[in-house]
């Protein structure tokens, strides 16, 4: 218990040593605020997907980022709820202006009062107006176990450096 411990402890300091910054985004799916769709989900639908990045320090092609996410769905069949935790690799030295970041969470899903574990994996690309502040698209493919199946969603929004 006592080497378990020291290592928690190490791996702590070793990570908040090597802070960089963080950030926040918020993204809206696509096909949910512009159309409608055959499962009885009226545009717009509100479909909203929230993260918050610790992004580590810059290494030669870019930087490693974990983060927590939350989804929320107003769908016709009833509210949908994922959250998530991940990682993944930021891409930032082939141009000044173009950021992307594939990655990988799992979490759950909270529908009809049941919960069931998720995967998904991300691909963003994101916009860079300045230092602070991003456009992002989102692509997304997720494991829906409350449906039982894979499905690949488009997410647009915003990014926030802190």
């Not at 610790?54 to 996410?69: C, L």
């Not at 959250?83 to 594939?102: A, M, V």
């Not at 979490?107 to 690309?125: D, H, M, P």
Request: neutral net charge.
């Amino acid at each position: 218990m006592k080497k378990l411990i020291i290592i928690i402890a190490l791996m702590f300091t070793v990570v908040t040593q090597a802070q960089d910054t963080w950030a926040i985004s918020v993204t809206q799916d696509l096909r949910l605020a512009f159309t409608d769709d055959d499962h009885g989900n009226t545009a717009p639908t509100l479909d909203v997907l929230a993260k918050i990045e610790y992004q580590t320090k810059q290494f030669k092609s870019g930087y490693v980022f974990f983060y927590p996410q939350a989804e929320f769905a107003d769908l016709s069949g009833g509210y949908y709820k994922r959250y998530g935790l991940g990682f993944g690799y930021t891409f930032n030295t082939f141009s000044d202006l173009i950021d992307l970041s594939p990655s990988f969470n799992c979490g759950f899903i909270n529908r009809w009062n049941n919960n069931s574990i998720s995967a998904e994996f991300q691909l963003e690309g994101a916009l860079k107006l300045s230092d602070k502040f991003s456009l992002v698209l989102l692509s997304t493919w997720t494991e829906r176990t409350d449906i039982d199946r894979w499905r690949i969603s488009g997410f647009a929004g915003v990014k926030y450096k802190l």
